[in-house]
């Protein structure tokens, strides 16, 4: 659950989530209820700050899940925890190595690096939040996990942290360096086997996000003005993301205010995907902001389920459009909103295009035929985002 910061995220992510703990709850048919333990929903806040607990009548309990009804449970995670625990962990690793210090000299920089002062390492927080969330998602305690995001910055950045560590660390070490040390330098296999520990852990979390089978985003805007002129920019960065759209809720909130025109918006960027791939949706207006458990409740907030169809950037469709050998041309394109086409920037960093839309830079990997070709252009019908490819001399392959 994402979106502009101010649109009532957390409330109806709330509402999303237990309406999906009703829908869990087993139902008595002239008999014993059945029993259904694992039939339980989860509902993740990232937010160090949150007032969810306060609002739903549980104590504030960071790292540990917490009851709030018989279906649905509350995680606060605290991002400041998340990551010195986890820190500490892994210098304890690399530490262990001790020897590893003399043999590569970055270890002991690394290693004695104290888990309070990485607050401001670009994309360690981000990562280890996501891992604790896949860590929950995956421990088959509950078949539901909603994730409030609402307490992040940014939440796209959040989103593509495991993409930005993997290249980091790949240039600091790269993987066939890092194994091919590790098998000729014992002393390296333990400090090897953290990294690359951490390098899978990002892939996985890559493939986890942009898995429309298991997981479904939720973009939450508000009504009037700030929706209209906030959700082109927000379903851009989606779709450049390759993430798993699935509904576009828009939140009245307190009041009457009319939200029509935004989901008439919505319907016009999404075009033939409208109701049927991407559910619009409307949260009905309340007198007043839902602050306890039995009016977020009455939101009545119901959240559509993976479909298994990629989107965006995910789902590129590439062809060959003419020419052969060194003269062939070929075209990638995929499905892309762009408020500001004249701000696209196209670039070019070993097998990804870097595509900045709305101010925010996405690898998207490219086919391996186009690995081996130069981008000679771009061009945007109104729908699609389309860049033309023709072969590399160097690196096309000769007959």
């Given at each position: 659950m994402?979106?502009?910061g101010?649109?009532g995220?957390s409330?109806?992510?709330v509402?999303?989530?237990?309406?999906?703990?009703?829908?869990?709850?087993?139902q008595?048919r002239g008999?014993p209820l059945a029993?259904v333990d694992?039939a339980?929903?989860?509902?993740?806040?990232v937010?160090?700050?949150?007032?969810?607990?306060?609002r739903?009548?549980?104590?504030r309990?960071?790292?540990e899940?917490?009851a709030?009804?018989?279906?649905l449970?509350?995680?606060?995670l605290?991002?400041l925890?998340?990551?010195?625990q986890?820190w500490?962990?892994?210098?304890?690793?690399l530490?262990?190595?001790g020897?590893?210090?003399?043999l590569?000299p970055?270890?002991g920089?690394?290693a004695?690096?104290d888990?309070?002062?990485?607050?401001?390492l670009p994309?360690?927080?981000?990562?280890l939040?996501l891992r604790?969330?896949?860590?929950a998602?995956?421990?088959?305690?509950?078949q539901?996990?909603?994730?409030?995001?609402?307490?992040v910055?940014?939440?796209?950045a959040?989103?593509r942290s495991?993409?930005v560590?993997?290249?980091?660390i790949?240039?600091?070490?790269?993987?066939n360096?890092?194994?091919?040390q590790?098998s000729?330098k014992?002393?390296?296999a333990q400090v090897?086997?953290?990294?690359e520990?951490?390098d899978r852990d990002?892939r996985?979390l890559?493939?986890?996000?942009?898995?429309?089978?298991g997981a479904?985003?939720?973009?939450?805007v508000p009504a009037?003005?700030?929706g209209?002129?906030t959700l082109p920019?927000h379903l851009?960065?989606?779709?450049?993301?390759?993430?798993?759209?699935?509904?576009?809720?828009?939140?009245a909130?307190?009041?009457?205010?009319?939200?029509?025109a935004?989901?008439?918006?919505?319907r016009?960027?999404?075009?033939?995907d409208?109701?049927r791939?991407?559910r619009v949706?409307?949260?009905?207006a309340?007198d007043?902001?839902?602050?306890?458990?039995p009016q977020?409740?009455?939101?009545?907030v119901?959240?559509s389920?993976?479909?298994?169809h990629a989107r965006?950037?995910?789902a590129?469709?590439?062809?060959h459009?003419?020419?052969g050998g060194?003269?062939?041309?070929?075209?990638l394109?995929?499905r892309?909103?762009l408020?500001r086409p004249?701000?696209?920037?196209l670039g070019?960093s070993?097998?990804?295009l870097l595509?900045?839309v709305?101010g925010?830079?996405?690898?998207?990997p490219?086919p391996?035929v186009l690995?081996r070709?130069q981008?000679?252009?771009?061009d945007?019908?109104?729908?699609?985002l389309?860049v033309?490819?023709?072969?590399?001399?160097?690196?096309?392959p000769q007959?």
């Open positions: 994402l979106g502009p101010g649109s995220i409330a109806v992510a509402g999303g989530a237990l309406g999906l703990a009703d829908a869990h709850r087993p008595r008999g029993a694992a339980r929903t989860l509902l993740v806040t937010d160090p700050r949150s007032t969810l607990p306060q739903l009548g549980v104590f309990v960071a790292g899940p917490v709030v009804t018989g279906e449970d509350l995680l606060h605290d991002p925890q998340v990551l010195e986890a500490t962990d892994f210098t304890a690793a530490d262990a190595a020897v590893g210090r003399k590569l970055v270890v920089t690394i004695g690096v888990a309070g002062e990485l607050t401001g994309g360690a927080q981000e990562f939040l604790a969330v896949r860590d998602a995956t421990s088959g305690r509950w539901s996990v909603v994730v409030d995001l609402s307490g910055g940014d939440p796209y959040l989103l495991p993409t560590l993997a290249a980091a790949d240039r600091l070490w790269p993987r360096v890092r194994l091919a590790a000729e014992p002393a390296l090897a086997a953290a990294v520990s951490i990002c996985d890559r493939e986890l996000l942009a898995d429309p089978t479904a985003v939720h973009l939450v009037g003005g700030r209209q002129s920019d851009a960065l989606a779709e450049v993301m390759g993430l798993p759209l699935r509904s576009i809720l828009v939140n909130g307190p009041g009457a205010l009319d939200t029509d935004v989901a008439a918006q919505a016009t960027l999404l075009g033939g409208a109701d791939a991407v949706g409307v949260v009905a309340h007043v902001e839902p602050g306890k458990l977020l409740r009455r939101l009545d119901r959240l389920a993976p479909d298994g965006g950037a995910a590129p469709v590439v062809e459009v003419g020419g060194l003269e062939a041309r070929y075209r394109r995929w892309q909103t408020p004249e701000d696209l920037v070019r070993g097998d990804d595509v900045t709305s925010f830079r996405q690898p998207v490219l391996s690995r070709c981008v000679t252009g771009a945007f019908d109104g729908d699609e389309m033309h490819f023709q072969p590399d001399p160097a690196l096309w007959r």
